[in-house]
């Protein structure tokens, strides 16, 4: 008994001693990202100057371009990784309503990627509801040859616990029953219009999809309930194959060079506006922590590589990509760990895909807190789809990132918006975002030993249907178990 309390005792002095020497370094990079951040000036210089950072059009090279110059200007190690895609844009969309189909009335929309190249529909107008499985069951077959009109969210008075599913996901279970078209009420007051993508591959889907503001989308639901309405969807885009870089900063490893940790976001944007939000917050955040770690000469024993993907919005196409090659190189094992920061603000704690990382999150969020009471020390695990972690959670790579923020300004609505631009960004909560990041990930690649690994193929299974993942991942055609 003995020998175990002095044994206690000692690992507690090493951790101890091990976290102090974590406590220095969290205060350096506090007050360097304090006193020297560039991340909300060199935001505001991109959405000024480049704006939008759409993949494959010539204002994503210049993004790209813009990035790599940025961290070399701050003296990293960085280089591109080219890949191609097939990419997507919008051209041209008329969509008409009314319950007379010989005098219909144009409203306001816009094309959600990736819809056809070209397309030219009319039809009746069907009322899918929140567009879930459940919604289609009772009269599957009302829906073959229309226009189904689907709620972005979940309708209030829905039943309790109801769970919506992405954009992608409800055109997808549309088509399978039959519709020619959908129509996505978005959930946001004053017209708001929303973007993305209503494919769950990155792939064109075979049916047009549009968006439409809450209030036109609402009536238009009152309407149908006494008068049956038509719609009638023509529209032109762009598919093919583009070019596009993800840009990586590397500071190798001094100890372990091989174990990789992955700081990644996306830095491309839809086109509606500048993307400052989704996701300039979160891919200046990562340019400003890999200069943060280049001017305090921060030494770690694991290969840091901070990532900027391109695609993300189109079907995590550079993500995609990065584990492609990686896998083509056979240097997938290396990575250890991935960060993700997709709009993420002014974290209050820590998130991760393994519960495992509790102790060792919360042990280094206590000494953040020692910095700044404004961080919690929250903590969270759990997994969930739709960015750029996605590809290497479903290589079994644990994931994580900040936990508990808010998005500045009241910004959520204008989420893949017209209005998603620069005024919503709070500069000090960005730099939170930055310093409080730039700490963790320093701590990661220090820590002596990380206590989960990379899983296999049966505990990745029992992983993601514990997090109830199964079904979206099997419409997506991403489920690779019988």
């Given amino acids: 008994m003995k020998y175990f309390f ?75 990784q080219p890949f191609e895609v097939e990419s997507w ?46 919604d289609y069951q009772a009269k599957p077959d009302q829906f073959k040859g229309k226009i189904a009109l689907i709620y972005l969210g979940v309708l209030p008075g829905s039943p309790a616990g109801t769970k919506s599913l992405h954009r992608s996901e409800k055109t997808a279970i549309a088509t399978k029953y039959g519709a020619i078209g959908v129509i996505i009420i978005n959930t946001v007051k004053d017209g708001v219009l929303l973007t993305g993508t209503a494919s769950v591959t990155g792939k064109l889907i075979p049916i047009p999809a549009v968006c439409i503001g809450l209030e036109s989308g609402m009536a238009l639901k009152e309407k149908l309930k006494s008068e049956p309405q038509q719609a009638h969807i023509a529209m032109t885009n762009f598919s093919g194959i583009i070019k596009a870089r993800n840009v990586i900063a590397t500071f190798k490893g001094t100890e372990m060079p091989d174990d990789k940790i992955v700081v990644g976001g996306h830095l491309d944007s839809w086109d509606l506006a500048t993307g400052a939000i989704d996701n300039g917050i979160g891919s200046f955040a990562i340019m400003d922590m890999a200069r943060t770690f280049k001017k305090l000469n ?7 590589e901070f990532v900027l993907f391109m695609g993300e919005e189109q079907g995590l196409l550079g993500s995609k990509a990065y584990i492609d090659q990686a896998k083509k190189a056979g240097t997938l094992n290396q990575v250890k760990f991935m960060l993700n920061y997709d709009m993420t603000n002014d974290p209050k704690g820590f998130s991760t895909s393994r519960a495992e990382m509790k102790d060792l999150f919360t042990s280094w969020g206590a000494d953040i807190v020692k910095i700044d009471t404004g961080f919690k020390n929250l903590f969270n695990a759990g997994a969930g789809l739709h960015s750029d972690h996605q590809p290497f959670m479903l290589e079994g790579i644990p994931t994580g990132g900040g936990f508990g923020g808010k998005l500045p300004n009241n910004s959520g609505p204008y989420y893949h918006s017209d209005g998603d ?10 730099k939170n975002t930055v310093r409080y990041s730039a700490m963790l990930t320093y701590a990661l690649a220090n820590t002596p030993n990380i206590p989960v690994g990379v899983q296999g193929e049966e505990e990745l299974r029992t992983f993601l249907e514990s997090q109830n993942l199964k079904e979206p991942l099997t419409i997506a055609g991403e489920w690779r178990w019988k």
């Fill in 421 to 430: 631009s620069f005024k919503l960004v709070n500069e000090q909560e960005l």
């Fill in 6 to 80: 002095v044994a206690g005792l000692i690992c507690t002095s090493l951790f101890v001693k091990a976290q102090d020497n974590f406590s220095d370094a969290f205060n350096k990079i506090n007050s360097d990202v304090q006193q020297n951040s560039k991340a909300y000036q060199t935001l505001r210089f991109e959405t000024e100057t480049i704006g939008h950072r759409l993949t494959g059009s010539s204002n994503g090279a210049r993004a790209e371009k813009y990035a790599f110059d940025l961290l070399k200007s701050y003296g990293c190690e960085v280089k591109f």
């Fill in 89 to 134: 844009n919008r051209k041209t969309l008329s969509v008409e309503i009314g319950a007379n189909k010989n005098n219909l009335v144009k409203i306001k929309a816009v094309t959600l990627a990736h819809s056809p190249v070209n397309a030219d529909v009319s039809g009746s107008i069907v009322d899918a509801g929140n567009g879930l499985e459940a």
């Fill in 298 to 304: 921060l030494k770690t024993k694991r290969t840091v």
